[in-house]
């Protein structure tokens, strides 16, 4: 399994930028895919996730900002970034949850460069 990221780059605060995750596979396959972002000197967090059908979550300090969403036909998750921060900088990582014979897989996208410039 192949996650694929795209969309990061420079952006002034209060810009938009929109990530976008594609699998190598049809992301029916997954439980859950969701966004997942790690700053410097930082742990690695949950920003957003959605299931498989369709219910969303999002760390609290994204809420009403971003907004994730899935397009099946493209095996494509993106996650809508509004009202950027400077303390939204981060490398932003696609991970996918899968279950396989009974046993969890995690497959995480190789991460894509998000900078909030103030």
């Known amino acids: 399994v192949q996650l694929v990221e795209s969309g990061g780059g420079l952006v002034q605060a209060g810009g938009s930028l929109r990530l976008s995750c594609e699998a190598s596979?049809?992301?029916?396959?997954?439980?859950?895919m969701g966004w997942y972002r790690e700053a410097p000197g930082k742990e690695r967090e949950l920003v957003a996730t959605?299931?498989?059908?369709?219910?969303?979550n999002y760390t609290d300090s994204v809420k009403g900002r971003f907004a994730i969403s899935k397009d099946s036909a493209k095996n494509t998750v993106t996650l809508q970034m509004n009202s950027l921060k400077p303390e939204d900088t981060a490398v932003y990582y696609c991970?996918?949850?899968?279950?396989?014979?009974?046993?969890?897989?995690?497959?995480w996208g190789q991460g894509t460069q998000v900078t909030v410039s103030s």
């Open positions: 991970r996918a949850d899968y279950r396989y014979g009974g046993r969890p897989y995690v497959f």
């Open positions: 596979i049809s992301i029916f396959s997954f439980n859950t």
């Open positions: 959605v299931t498989r059908g369709g219910t969303t």
